[in-house]
C-alpha cells in the first residue's frame, strides 16, 4: 500500500490556485461552515459512482464532472503554467489503478477529487509514514517554488470503523499573496480503499461529509 500512496503524494503537490473569487470563495464556505456550527446539520446529496459501488455525499453546489469537461472550466481560472501543471496531475490521477472521479463547485471554486486504489488496510504506522512523506514532498516543492506549506492538522482515527488518514495544509503563494487550503484523506473500509482530496479557498470542516460517504 505504501507504493500506491507514495505515488499519490508525489503528485499532489501541485496545488491548483485560482486567482479569482477568492474572497468570494471564503464568505460562502464561512456561511456553510457557520450553518453546521448553528445547527449541527448539514445539507447535501449522494451521488453512486457505479464503477466502484461507492456513494459520496457532497453540499449540493458540487457536480460531477467528465476531465474535459473540468479542464474547461479550470482554463480561464488560472495562468498557463497552473493549467499545465494542473493536468500533468490530473492525467497521473487518472491513470492510477482504479477509477477517478472529480467534482467541482463552480460558486466556492472548490475541487473535489477521489481515486479508488487497491484495498489494503490503513495502520497508524502507516499513517504517520504517510506524513512524513507530505512533510518531505511540501519541503521539496517549496524549496523551488513561491509556495509556503503550513500544517494546519493530521489525524489517524479507526475507532468508528473505517480507517481514516487525514491531513489539512494550507499553502500560501508569497508572490501572488493567494491562500489554498488541500484536505487529504485516505479512507479505507468494507474491502475499498480511496483517496480524497479537496481543494478550497478556505479551510473547512470536511469531516462531517467524509462521515456520510458509504464505501
Known amino acids: 500500500m505504501k507504493r500506491i500512496i507514495f505515488k499519490c503524494l508525489f503528485i499532489i503537490c501541485t496545488i491548483l490556485v485560482l486567482n479569482s473569487c477568492i474572497q468570494n470563495t471564503a464568505r460562502e464556505i464561512k456561511d456553510w461552515i457557520e450553518r453546521y456550527a448553528t445547527t449541527g446539520e448539514i445539507s447535501g446529496k449522494y451521488t453512486f459512482l457505479p464503477e466502484d459501488g461507492i456513494k459520496v455525499y457532497l453540499p449540493n453546489v458540487f457536480k460531477k464532472y467528465s476531465i474535459i469537461d473540468y479542464r474547461k472550466e479550470l482554463k480561464p481560472l488560472v495562468s498557463d503554467e497552473v493549467y499545465k501543471e ?93 491562500t489554498t487550503y488541500n484536505s487529504t484523506y485516505i479512507v479505507s473500509h468494507n474491502k475499498k480503499t480511496v483517496y480524497i482530496q479537496l481543494a478550497t479557498g478556505y479551510e473547512v470542516n470536511f469531516d462531517p461529509y467524509l462521515k456520510k460517504m458509504i464505501l
Open 86 to 178: 494542473e493536468n500533468k496531475r490530473l492525467t497521473f490521477l487518472r491513470e492510477m489503478k482504479g477509477h477517478f472521479h472529480v467534482f467541482y463547485d463552480k460558486v466556492t471554486k472548490s475541487t473535489y477529487s477521489m481515486n479508488t486504489i487497491p484495498y489494503s488496510p490503513l495502520t497508524k504506522r502507516d499513517a504517520q509514514y504517510l506524513l512524513g512523506m507530505i512533510r518531505i514532498n511540501n519541503e521539496t516543492y517549496a524549496e523551488n517554488s513561491d509556495l509556503e506549506f503550513t500544517k494546519i492538522t493530521a489525524k489517524y482515527d479507526d475507532k468508528s470503523g473505517p480507517q481514516i488518514f487525514k491531513v489539512i495544509h494550507r499553502i500560501d503563494n508569497k508572490k501572488t499573496n493567494v
